[in-house]
Nanobody
Framework: QVQFVESGGGLVQPGGSLRLSCAASGTPISIYHMGWYCQAPGQQRALVARIIRSGTTTYTDSVQGRFIISRDNAKNTVALQMNNLKPEDTAVYYC????????????WGQGAQVTVVS
C-alpha cells in the first residue's frame, strides 16, 4: 500500500517555471531521504536533486540556482520547483524515496513528463 505519486508535469516555454509534487501514501514521508531524477529518451536516469531527512539539499550542477527541492512532512509531500526552464530539461522526472529505518526499501514514483519548447 506504500505509494509515491508525482503530479505537476506539463509543457512550458523556455524561461518558464513548473512545480512538481510527490505525495506519499501508506507511510510517513518523514522517515525517507527523498530525491528527484530525470530520464530523457535513450538516456540513463540521472539525479537532479536530493533532500535528506534533516532538510539538507544537494543539486546536480546543471540545475544549481534554478531548481529548489523542498519537503513538507506534515503534508507528506516533496516538491521540485523548476525555474528558468531550458529545452535540455525536457525529460520524465521521477520521485525516489529511500527508507532510513528497517526494512531499507526504495520506492519510485510513476514519472511526470516535463517538456520545454518554444
Amino acid at each position: 500500500q506504500v505509494q509515491f505519486v508525482e503530479s505537476g508535469g506539463g509543457l512550458v516555454q523556455p524561461g518558464g517555471s513548473l512545480r512538481l509534487s510527490c505525495a506519499a501514501s501508506g507511510t510517513p514521508i518523514s522517515i525517507y531521504h527523498m530525491g528527484w531524477y530525470c530520464q530523457a529518451p535513450g538516456q540513463q536516469r540521472a539525479l537532479v536533486a536530493r533532500i535528506i531527512r534533516s532538510g539538507t539539499t544537494t543539486y546536480t550542477d546543471s540545475v544549481q540556482g534554478r531548481f529548489i527541492i523542498s519537503r513538507d512532512n506534515a503534508k507528506n509531500t516533496v516538491a521540485l520547483q523548476m525555474n528558468n526552464l531550458k529545452p535540455e530539461d525536457t525529460a520524465v522526472y521521477y520521485c525516489k524515496a529511500d527508507r532510513t529505518v528497517l526494512p531499507y526499501d526504495t520506492y519510485w514514483g510513476q514519472g511526470a513528463q516535463v517538456t520545454v519548447v518554444s
